[in-house]
């Protein structure tokens, strides 16, 4: 979860002024949270409560609770830079889905990844936290394949194992390096066009802060990259004390709650 918010307050600054180097600095003036950040908390804070009042295989009671945190969230904090549709679903207190393939569904699914006890039931929460908003193919199978990645990264899977997964079970291509992508890759929102990149961009990184560099370096929609990145990162490496606590560091009163609540659940 604190490798998402790193991820997206380390590329805030770069999303429309993309820097294809990774040399740069980790935090700037203009670095902040954004809505990936916001919604990661909004999916922590449903996780966690359908943890803990026995439902988290309660398909409905799951989604309801999703629904309501996104949209207590996202109200909490309007300016984070929603999409517009996105945007317009949480101000309307909208309970369908839109048909989204955006990245939205895999930005903020890392939660997921922490509290399902198998991969049946990652993939599921992840499922199941897509298609509130992001119920187009494309969208779930992002987020699928974003917690599929943080759970085999968190219960032991080499890179190797981790990329054959992906592979076989989502059909990404994953047989491309950071260098041959940075000089052609563009600005792109969907889950197709993004997600790949930032499982490369972990599957090059040589610690947290190395995957997190490669994603910003990348383009395109770069906080969003560098937080699916970062949250895969953190399962595999760990994020060094610093980092965390530059993390912490953005929290208000009720992030702390649901960093406390989520990190009692996850354990």
């Not at 700037?28 to 803990?52: G, H, Y």
Request: aromatic share 12%; glycine share 8%; charged share 25%.
């Amino acid at each position: 979860m604190l490798g998402a918010m790193l991820g997206d307050i380390i590329g805030s600054p770069y999303e429309r002024y993309n820097h294809k180097s990774k040399e740069f600095k980790l935090f700037r003036m203009r670095s902040r949270c954004t809505d990936d950040s916001i919604m990661t908390f909004a999916v922590a804070e449903a996780l966690v409560s359908a943890k803990e009042g026995g439902c988290l295989e309660d398909e409905t009671a799951v989604k309801d609770l999703l629904i309501d945190a996104m949209h207590k969230w996202g109200n909490k904090y309007p300016h984070a830079g929603y999409g517009g549709r996105f945007n317009a679903w949480l101000q309307s207190r909208e309970r369908e889905p839109y048909n989204s393939w955006g990245n939205g569904s895999a930005m903020r699914v890392s939660p997921a990844g922490w509290l399902g006890e198998d991969m049946e039931a990652v993939r599921r929460l992840a499922r199941w936290s897509a298609e509130v908003t992001h119920n187009h193919p494309e969208g779930v199978k992002g987020a699928e394949a974003v917690a599929a990645a943080i759970y085999l990264a968190r219960t032991g899977s080499t890179k190797e194992e981790i990329k054959a997964y992906i592979e076989t079970e989502f059909g990404y291509d994953l047989d491309r390096t950071c260098d041959e992508i940075r000089p052609v890759y563009t600005f792109d929102v969907s889950c197709q066009g993004s997600v790949p990149e930032s499982i490369i961009a972990f599957l090059d990184g040589e610690d947290f802060e190395d995957t997190v560099r490669n994603a910003v370096s990348i383009g395109g929609d770069s906080d969003t990259i560098a937080a699916m990145a970062g949250s895969i990162a953190e399962a595999f490496f760990g994020i060094p004390g610093w980092l965390e606590q530059k993390a912490i560091d953005y929290f208000d009163n009720e992030m702390s709650v649901v960093y406390k609540r989520f990190q009692w659940a996850k354990e």
